[in-house]
């Protein structure tokens, strides 16, 4: 007998039933290619938004950094100007005090007295010079005294210098500055 096939449409179902499964993963293969497609191109977008978002943050870092270390030059240059104002400003206070100071000596040495060197640190003022005897060393004591800029006297040393006399002798005294309290004129007290 022969081979007679009276259900031809299963093989037709099959071959049909074959084709939709090889268009289904051919579609699904395509959809999942777009997807992965898509998913790349949208997070290539968002790395490439977060990099222009960080080259920005990156730029305003080393702009405020420039501005940093301009400020810190700014005050350093500041401090060295306050710096030298202060010094400058101690000049000029210390101007007058330096002038009455030596108005003074010349005021309390008394004839006969020469002065050496005269050396000053901060407050404290050194003094050699030569005296025509004891008694103008006292004189100049005395008159130390009583002036109102110095004070505490000390005789350090004195030795006989005949080629200036023979009662003549070096001597070597130390005092302190202390300038009195002075009064403002009228007018700068206004100011």
Do not use: C
């Amino acid at each position: 007998m022969p081979n007679i096939n009276l259900l031809p449409w299963r093989e037709e179902l099959r071959e049909e039933l074959k084709k939709q499964f090889i268009i289904v993963i051919v579609a699904v293969a395509l959809v999942s290619i777009i997807l992965v497609g898509l998913s790349w191109f949208v997070m290539q977008s968002n790395i490439e938004h977060q990099q222009t978002r960080n080259d920005y943050v990156q730029t305003e870092i080393n702009r405020v950094s420039s501005q940093v270390k301009e400020i810190k030059q700014l005050k350093a240059k500041r401090a060295q100007m306050l710096e030298r104002m202060r010094v400058i400003q101690n000049l000029q206070g210390n101007r007058p005090v330096i002038v009455n100071m030596f108005d003074e000596l010349v005021r309390i040495v008394p004839d006969g007295v020469f002065f050496a060197k005269v050396t000053t640190t901060d407050n404290q003022i050194s003094i050699t010079g030569t005296a025509e005897s004891n008694n103008r060393v006292a004189s100049l004591m005395r008159n130390i005294d009583r002036s109102a800029w110095f004070t505490s006297p000390s005789l350090t040393q004195v030795t006989a210098n005949k080629g200036f006399g023979p009662r003549a002798n070096d001597f070597a005294m130390s005092m302190v500055l202390s300038p009195p309290e002075m009064a403002l004129p009228e007018n700068e007290g206004e100011r």
